[in-house]
C-alpha cells in the first residue's frame, strides 16, 4: 500500500516507522529540520520537502498514486485543505486527518474529503506513549462509515459512569468502545470492564452523537 503522510511531527513520523516496513511511505514535510531528519532517521521512506497545502507538492509527492493520505500536521485548516486536495484532486480512496481543537470537529466530514477524524491529539498521544499497533486503527479507517469519528472522553470523578460496567451502560448503537487509556495501560473493554475516574475512553462513533455519548457517560461538556 502506498501511503503518504503530510506533517512530519511526532505523530506522523511514529506512522511513518510503524508502516514502513510493509508499506511504501512518503511524508510531505515543509520544515527544512524536520525533513532533513525523517530522511536521516529512515532512508527507506520517501521525504518531499514543501507545504503540503499546495497542489504542486502533492503532485511531487504522486498523491494521484496513493492509497491511503494520513494529514497530521498541527494545524486543523492546513489537514483541511489537504484532505479536500488529497481527496478532490488526487482520487485518493482513504483520507485520515488530525484534528487538534475540539471547536474545529464538525468540518472534518466527507464535504472537506476527511474519511476518518481522529479527534484531539491526546488520542493520538496516548497511542504513541503506549506503543499500541496502528493495526487496528487502519482496519477502522477502512471499515468505517462516511459519518463516524473516534472520539475520546476522560471520565471525571464525578461522572455517573465511573465504577459501572459497560455493560451497564446505555450505549448508542453507533458507538464502539475501542480502548480505555487507565494510569498509563491500555486495556480493550469488555461488558465486565469497570470504568474509573481518570479514565480516557476512545470511542468510535457517528458524527454529531457527542453530545449523546456525554450524557451516558455523565460528563460535562466542560469537563472533557
Not at 104 to 121: M, P, Q, R
Not at 208 to 219: C, D, H, M, N, S
Request: proline fraction near 4%.
Amino acid at each position: 500500500m502506498n501511503v503518504l503522510i503530510v506533517g512530519a511531527g511526532k505523530s506522523g513520523v511514529y506512522l511513518a516507522e510503524k508502516l514502513r516496513a510493509d508499506h511504501k511511505v512518503t511524508m510531505v514535510e515543509v520544515r527544512l529540520d524536520r525533513a532533513e531528519y525523517v530522511a536521516a532517521k529512515m532512508p527507506d521512506v520517501r521525504v518531499v520537502r514543501g507545504d503540503g497545502c499546495e497542489p504542486s507538492v502533492l503532485d511531487r509527492a504522486a498523491a494521484g498514486q496513493t492509497d491511503l493520505v494520513a494529514a497530521l500536521t498541527g494545524d486543523d485548516e492546513d489537514n483541511l485543505v489537504v484532505s479536500f486536495l488529497a481527496k478532490t484532486t488526487h482520487s485518493v480512496p482513504m483520507v485520515f486527518a488530525r484534528t487538534n481543537h475540539p471547536k474545529n470537529e464538525w468540518l472534518f466530514t466527507k464535504d472537506w474529503g476527511v474519511d476518518v477524524a481522529v479527534s484531539t491529539a491526546n488520542i493520538i498521544y496516548s497511542l504513541i506513549d503506549n506503543e499500541v499497533s496502528l493495526g487496528d486503527v487502519i482496519t477502522l479507517m477502512r471499515l468505517s462509515a462516511e459519518n463516524m469519528v473516534i472520539d475520546e472522553l476522560t471520565l471525571p470523578v464525578d461522572a455517573k459512569a465511573v465504577g459501572r460496567t459497560i455493560a451497564a451502560l446505555d450505549l448508542p448503537k453507533t458507538a464502539h468502545i475501542m480502548a480505555i487509556i487507565s494510569k498509563g495501560e491500555i486495556t480493550v473493554p469488555r461488558g465486565e470492564t469497570v470504568l474509573s475516574a481518570g479514565d480516557e475512553v476512545l470511542i468510535l462513533s457517528e458524527l454529531g452523537g457527542e453530545k449523546q455519548l456525554r450524557a451516558t457517560f455523565g460528563v460535562r461538556p466542560d469537563a472533557v
